[in-house]
């Protein structure tokens, strides 16, 4: 219980360093905003075209009697524009911070620069498209990751009582799981921490990774709070870790969450 409330204490301190430095904040801004507009963008045209997709994907249900015929069609789009929905929960993270890769490493470089004793903050030396490349390659195996798990709970979703109580519960855990990975690989790359080694290290303290994710699962649900909660998720996410790796921080906003190490 003390690592949840550790990781949920990370989120707000990532929200309280953005809301003290507004300069930080409205350039972290902006690559949210582009991403939600992909995304509404997108969404928007599923749901005025969803079905048209749907009866041409079902030809077979075309002589079906009504209503079946209708009924089937309407449920099958409702599932797709529910799973892309969730995909859009998940992915939204990866894409924002794929787009906005320049402006949350120097975000997250100035929050290592802000709490380290010493000012100075870890450098990966390598070039930006090198950078670009391996934050891609990352973030489309996590989606990858992410959407097997999306498949697999959906499916659970039509279990009798379980799908309807326990397996939402387990997807938000999820959700928040793999947003974690996705905000603190700015840092950890940075480091040179490889993802197997960033998951395991993740996986190591899962209880503190959903008491920072989670919650942040259960706000990008509300539109338009993703990108606003996204310039702090960052920096809350760096904050965490310097806690992971043992790293020492200066400063009441580190010391709050743990510093050489996030408690037990």
Known sequence: MRDLGAGFRYLLEGQRWVARHGRQYGFGLLPGLITLVLYAAVLVALALWGGDAVAWATPFADDWPNPWSGLFRGFLTAVLFALALLLSVVTFTAVTLLVGQPFYENLSEKVDRDVSPDGAAPESGLPLWRELWISARDSLRIVLRAAAWGVLLFACGFVPVVGQTAVPVIGFFVTGFFLTEELTAVALQR???????????????????????????????????????????VAGATLMARGLLGEESAGDDARRPGTKGVPR
């Open 191 to 233: 480091r040179g921490v490889e993802l197997r080694d960033r998951l395991a290290l993740l996986r190591s303290r899962r209880t503190l990774v959903w008491g920072f994710g989670t919650p942040l699962a259960l706000a990008f649900l509300v539109p338009f709070v993703a990108v606003f909660l996204m310039p702090g998720a």
